[in-house]
T-cell receptor, first 113, second 112 residues
Framework: GAVVSQHPSWVICKSGTSVKIECRSLDFQATTMFWYRQFPKQSLMLMATSNEGSKATYEQGVEKDKFLINHASLTLSTLTVTSAHPEDSSFYIC?????????FGPGTRLTVT | LAKTTQPISMDSYEGQEVNITCSHNNIATNDYITWYQQFPSQGPRFIIQGYKTKVTNEVASLFIPADRKSSTLSLPRVSLSDTAVYYCLVGDLTSGTYKYIFGTGTRLKVLA
């Protein structure tokens, strides 16, 4: 089956710093990737849709200047959390679309201290 | 706003068949229905996908009635390791961009 990886799997950073999370489709090309955020005991919340070669489409309420998304190639999308604050601590999950199926990465646990 | 509605939680015992129903009244004509399983601190894992009638694979069956306004995921003979959250997903094109909005999911607890 299709494989999507995320790096890092977990990260701890200080308040005010920026963190970059990578999402890679390892064995297929993905023109569309999605970024989700998940808080404990809650469902996944779609943050943005990332399209290769164009600007990401953000969901209502998601600050595009805070969560920078770059989909520079058909196998890589990155999410940068800028000026992170403790309330940004969460589990970030990406997915890549292949045909009708969405393949999810293993997630990245971000803790902001 | 999620396009799907599921029961929040279900309990079952090992060895039983579990059926989880999802409502998607506004499913689009060309939409498929996909079910995912998620364990804590992991990304969702694909279980099964279908368009209509019945689909079966090695882990589950998916039943979709003719009107496609609902679907039922059937897990035969569950074990403790099937304790997880199960999500059904359909596409959402209302904003002009095809995307997937997760609903609450169903938290399945399998008891010994």
């Amino acid at each position: 089956g299709a494989v999507v990886s995320q790096h890092p799997s977990w990260v701890i950073c200080k308040s005010g710093t920026s963190v970059k999370i990578e999402c890679r489709s390892l064995d297929f090309q993905a023109t569309t990737m999605f970024w989700y955020r998940q808080f404990p005991k809650q469902s996944l919340m779609l943050m943005a849709t990332s399209n290769e070669g164009s600007k990401a489409t953000y969901e209502q309420g998601v600050e595009k200047d805070k969560f920078l998304i770059n989909h520079a190639s058909l196998t890589l999308s990155t999410l940068t959390v800028t000026s992170a604050h403790p309330e940004d601590s969460s589990f970030y999950i990406c997915s890549a679309l292949r045909g009708r199926e969405q393949y999810f990465g293993p997630g990245t646990r971000l803790t902001v201290t | 706003l999620a396009k799907t509605t599921q029961p929040i939680s279900m309990d079952s015992y090992e060895g039983q068949e579990v059926n989880i129903t999802c409502s998607h009244n506004n499913i689009a004509t060309n939409d498929y229905i996909t079910w995912y399983q998620q364990f804590p601190s992991q990304g969702p894992r694909f279980i099964i996908q279908g368009y209509k009638t019945k689909v079966t694979n090695e882990v589950a069956s998916l039943f979709i009635p003719a009107d496609r306004k609902s679907s039922t995921l059937s897990l035969p003979r569950v074990s403790l390791s099937d304790t997880a959250v199960y999500y059904c997903l359909v596409g959402d094109l209302t904003s002009g961009t095809y995307k997937y909005i997760f609903g609450t999911g169903t938290r399945l607890k399998v008891l010994a």
